[in-house]
């Protein structure tokens, strides 16, 4: 993203969060093309990497950084106008560091708390997408305090609702971490064992067999638009971590061949499920296309992967919207949210 950015107009910081939670500013920006070059870069790393460390705090004010010296025998402020949280996962995409920006009261770039906690958890989402007419595999939730109390009851609880094959997923993750695809009930204990090593919720669904994997990108505040589809051709089974970063065998066509009835139903449904958590700025909807010609609504990213090879991106780029381009419309939308946030009364008085 660095790279892209117009430096006539912008200014960029680059912040790292450590795997502590120490944020510091980084010696230089990041060089990673894609998400498998972050992660090959982490496995080479033999240690935190240099930077001055930074805090935010959670309180209004001129200086959105906090920078501490080495022997923290000073601090400096720094301002910034916009923050771009390039984040997944627990942490990141949930909600928390959003929470953390309102509290500072800073523009960012993305959805809100709301609608990053509802996204995130694909319990909560398919609730929402469900009351919303959109249609969504069968689940069922299982508590990890369930589940280690009595696993016969569990397990048939299950088999008694849904048709096999299912998926098991831990509630709250990304990145397909955690994820099973369980064929026969004999496979469940392991299943759900592994995801709720990830999260003490797991989401088991219903698969739909043979689908294909269809993405639409969002993006927009009030009048939000849906990009042209793309279809994800895994390489494995399902597109799990592997498929996603490590194996380089996936590919993606975009725009997918679809009828063109189909293609705008994507975009519709993108778009209400959208407004079903209340997202602002960005996200990627996922879809399952059964043979049949019918949709099911999988799970909404509300801070999809975000380099130039990126699904998101290059949705958009077939779209009509260029890398750089797509970035000033993400920091314009985050300068009006927080522009309509501040115009908001908040006390009587």
């Known amino acids: 993203m660095f790279a892209n950015l117009d430096r006539t107009r912008y200014e960029p910081v680059a912040i790292r969060i450590e795997k502590d939670g120490r944020w510091v500013l980084a010696d230089r920006p990041p060089t990673a093309a894609s998400a498998a070059d972050v992660i090959s870069q982490m496995r080479e ?3 935190p990497a240099g930077g001055r460390e930074v805090l935010m705090p959670a309180c209004p004010g001129d200086d959105t950084l906090l920078l501490v010296n080495p022997d923290r025998s000073a601090i400096t402020g720094l301002g910034l106008d916009v923050i771009f949280p390039v984040l997944h996962g627990p ?3 949930d909600g928390t560091v959003q929470g953390l920006l309102d509290l500072a009261n800073v523009a960012y770039v993305g959805c809100g708390v709301l609608a990053s906690a509802a996204g995130m958890d694909k319990d909560v989402a398919k609730t929402l997408f469900q009351a919303r007419g959109l249609r969504v595999a069968p689940w069922v939730v299982v508590r990890a305090a369930q589940w280690l109390a ?11 609702t ?3 094959p299912v998926f098991v997923k831990p509630a709250n993750l990304g990145s397909s971490l955690g994820i099973s695809k369980v064929h026969t009930p004999d496979g469940l204990g392991a299943a759900i064992d592994l995801a709720a090593g990830f999260d003490p919720k797991v989401v088991v669904e219903t698969g739909v067999t043979g689908a294909r994997e269809i993405e639409c990108g969002v993006l927009g505040n009030d009048a939000p638009e849906a990009s042209v589809p793309g279809e994800i051709v895994p390489s494995g089974e399902f597109y799990d971590f592997d498929a996603k970063y ?5 590919r993606e066509v975009i725009p997918a061949a679809l009828p063109r009835e189909i293609a705008d139903e994507v975009r519709r449904q993108s778009l209400v499920a959208f407004d079903a958590i209340d997202g602002t700025g960005l996200a990627r909807v996922d879809f399952l296309l059964a043979a049949s010609g019918e949709l099911c609504l999988n799970e909404i990213n509300t801070m999809p992967g975000f380099t130039t090879i990126s699904m998101y991106a290059k949705l958009w780029a077939a779209s009509g919207v260029t890398y750089p381009a797509l970035i000033d419309r993400l920091v314009a939308l985050a300068l009006e949210r927080h522009l309509s ?3 908001r009364r908040i006390s009587a008085f």
Do not use: K
Request: hydrophobic content about 30%; cysteine-free.
């Open 150 to 160: 009595d696993r016969d009851v569990v397990a048939r609880r299950i088999n008694d």
């Open 45 to 47: 790393a033999d240690g």
């Open 162 to 164: 849904l048709t096999y």
């Open 91 to 93: 942490y990141g995409e």
């Open 341 to 343: 946030q501040q115009q």
């Open 246 to 250: 490590l194996s380089g065998a996936s």
